[in-house]
């Protein structure tokens, strides 16, 4: 029996890693096919929300819609919740994510676009009773249930696949209806956009996913993140190492900060020390070399990868998985975690400070 099998039924953060396979081979991409033909004809999407329920779903979505062709035809962006309430959002599409349903600042936010009459807004959630649910003008409920862990994973995971069944869905619009706003669009076209190819490639993921998730880390890499100070995350601006980042701070309670891009080289470096650990998430291939050089041969800090292909460093190679690689990075990061918070004694489902809702609603 590998570690993750024999922690099941322990631990519920656990549980819920692994629930979250199951939500991805069942997941149905028409679900949001009304609300991907609104988004369509408004042209405009802010993508909002706080802590996990923004960080990796929104710029998840984010990252997919620029590599695409329909990224010209669509404005979108993420910001939270209070940044959101200084900006004038009439003719934005406005798309919320809370698992609870009860973030204080989605619900200041949402309480402002009632007060305006603004009904181009969707609320994505986990509660059947969510306070946002009584704001918006839409209501999507998770499949993925209320989380028992404070860190979470399964209703990130789900969030994430809502929002790229949108991003899927307005590319099948874009083909079908090249011109926003065109009245001879062909609406008599299969609602169900989760195609053969789309039901296949979820199946994929998740059978790669419970694969990743399974492995038994390395003693070293384990022993590595348990005794580090603190844990700098560096990768792309696409929410993955963002959001391992903040999971590593919920899950090990050692200090975690997120490096975009190329951050790592251009002044952090003079705070970072031997008892301190990199992990590079999707490393950028030129800057390997150079990483190595002056991180590891130079200053001897230990640097680690997650990465679909080898590195010069030690590296949790994953899967590669076009247009899901972001999702085996989550888990493989979670793996990880988990194994480095059980080695020093934590349990990961009693937290000393963090709260479930961070913020709730009062």
Known sequence: MNFSESQYNRYSLVREMFDSLELISSFDFSRTYKISRKIWDVGKLLLTGEGSSRIFPAKNFLYQLRKSLISAKLNAVTEGCYQSLEYDL???????????????????????LQELNHCNNFVVTASENAKLSELAAQTLVLKCGAENAV??????????????????????????????????????????????????????????????LSVKRDSNLVELIANAN?????????????????????????????????FLLHGIEEIISENDVVILVEPFMPICKKIQELFVEKHNISVISISKFPTPFPTIQIPELSDYDQF??????????????LHVGINPDKPIRARKIGNKFE
């Open 151 to 212: 860190a979470a994973t399964k209703s990130v995971i789900e969030q994430a696949l809502t929002y790229l069944s949108i991003f899927y869905n307005l590319k099948e619009i874009a083909e079908d209806c090249p011109k926003k706003n065109q009245n001879n669009c062909n609406d008599n076209k299969s609602k169900d956009t989760k195609s053969e190819e789309l039901r296949v490639k979820l199946e994929k993921l998740s059978v790669l996913g419970r694969q990743v």
């Open 230 to 262: 603190t844990l700098f995350v560096a990768g792309r601006n696409d929410g993955a190492a963002e959001e391992l980042a903040l999971k590593a701070t919920e899950i090990t309670r050692k200090r975690s900060i997120y490096l975009e891009g190329t």
């Open 328 to 341: 085996l990075q989550l888990f493989a990061g979670w793996n990880l975690l988990v194994e480095a918070a």
């Open 90 to 112: 009439a003719d934005w599409y406005v798309i919320a994510a809370s698992n609870s349903g009860q973030t204080g600042e989605a619900v200041e936010l949402y309480k402002h």
